[in-house]
């Protein structure tokens, strides 16, 4: 079983691929468009699909999308699954870079930094493993 709670899993890898199903939706073409800007216009698109996926209520929401993701998805496991093999299983997560606390003062006060000094900071975590036995 695969489970999943990123309300826009693969959706970054359809935008890339100007997926029509994603681009037939206002939403969908919206961030296409602004990706294709690139820039603060990107950037605004990644910041509002977290906001979206930490509101709990995305603003994009299309079942036929999401099936063809998951299908995707599926089909991947499934290529590399063995059920007669031992195996154990466990999701690692990545972050994208976020402003650390050292942005956050140079902006409040107009400070420039020096080139040493971090600005961002990328967080990352795994979930516990879970052990199969044939």
């Known amino acids: 079983m695969l489970s999943d709670h990123a309300e ?5 890898d359809l935008l890339n ?15 296409y468009e602004a990706k294709q800007q690139g820039g ?6 990644v910041q509002g699909m ?3 996926f930490a509101s709990g209520k995305p603003k994009y ?3 036929k999308v999401r099936r063809s993701v998951w299908d995707g998805v599926i089909d991947t496991a ?9 195996a154990f299983y466990y999701v690692r997560v990545i972050e994208i870079p976020k402003p650390r606390w050292t942005a956050y003062d140079a902006k409040f006060f107009n400070a420039k930094m020096p080139e040493e000094v971090p600005m961002t900071v ?13």
């Open 8 to 12: 826009y899993l693969g959706i970054a």
């Open 17 to 31: 691929k100007a997926d029509p199903a994603l681009l037939a939706n206002p939403v969908g073409k919206g961030w």
């Open 40 to 45: 603060d216009d990107a950037w605004t698109v």
């Open 50 to 52: 977290m906001d979206d």
């Open 61 to 63: 929401k299309d079942p």
């Open 78 to 86: 499934s290529q590399y699954n063995d059920p007669s093999q031992r």
């Open 122 to 134: 990328q967080d990352r975590a795994y979930t516990s493993p879970i052990w199969y036995t044939p």
